[in-house]
Antibody, heavy 120, light 110 residues
Framework: QVQLVQSGAEVKKPGASVKVSCKAS????????MHWVRQAPGQGLEWMGW????????NYAQKFQGWVTMTRDTSVSTAYMELSSLRADFTALYYC?????????????WGQGALVTVSS | QSALTQPASVSGSPGQSITISCTGT?????????VSWYQQHPGNAPKLMIS???KRPSGVSSRFSGSKSGNTASLTISGLQAEDEADYYC??????????FGGGTKLTVL
């Protein structure tokens, strides 16, 4: 069965960086786009961007450009999302979500979320 | 890219039908039939309920249906049940090969 297992909670200081992982299993990792979605405490969902695990190509929401880097390691079927220059308002739950074979497909499987807390 | 517009809350009694709207622009909802809906219960990850405006993934109850007219998409839940109480989010593919979510709607089953 398809599973996306994310790394654990992180506490970071302002200005630091954080890298969240998302390990995929139960399907061909390189065949499906991977998206990242943010949810601040008590707030709604916010699309951050996608990565094509086959080519490594990425597309980020304008709001996150300059802050986020999405990468992947096909040898371990894992996608990564790195946020730099963290600010307090980056405190949120970060989800990875599987898309389809193209970037127009919706997100059919989700990770459990990784809580990132930014606090001095 | 601005978020899609959803009502903050809707409510209904068991057995009734409710509809949640999702208004976008000609750059997203109005131009593409790639609108999806997600259900999120407290403490859980979102779950895909509707894709491509009207498609129901395997395992999703037929009480859930989607539609679209112009720049507005809608999710209808018929025969409301207590377990339907959750937050619902719409999402649309947009120009520049990106996605955008709605602000979310809290459904209360009275």
């Amino acid at each position: 069965q398809v599973q996306l297992v994310q790394s654990g909670a992180e506490v970071k200081k302002p200005g630091a960086s954080v890298k969240v992982s998302c390990k995929a299993s139960g399907y061909t990792f390189t065949g499906y786009y991977m998206h990242w979605v943010r949810q601040a405490p008590g707030q709604g969902l916010e699309w951050m961007g996608w990565i094509n695990p086959n080519s490594g190509g990425t597309n980020y929401a304008q709001k996150f450009q300059g802050w986020v880097t999405m990468t992947r390691d096909t040898s371990v079927s894992t996608a990564y999302m790195e946020l730099s220059s963290l600010r307090a308002d980056f405190t949120a739950l970060y989800y990875c979500a599987r898309g389809g074979s193209n970037y127009r497909s919706p997100f059919d499987y989700w990770g459990q979320g990784a809580l990132v807390t930014v606090s001095s | 890219q601005s978020a899609l517009t959803q009502p903050a809350s809707v409510s209904g009694s068991p057995g009734q039908s409710i509809t949640i709207s999702c208004t976008g622009t000609s750059s997203d909802v109005g131009s593409y039939n790639y609108v999806s809906w997600y259900q999120q219960h407290p403490g859980n990850a979102p779950k895909l309920m509707i894709s491509d405006v009207i498609k129901r993934p395997s395992g999703v109850s037929s009480r859930f249906s989607g539609s679209k007219s112009g720049n507005t998409a809608s999710l209808t839940i018929s025969g409301l049940q207590a377990e339907d109480e959750a937050d619902y989010y719409c999402s649309s593919y947009t120009s520049n090969n990106r996605w955008v979510f709605g602000g979310g709607t809290k459904l209360t089953v009275l």
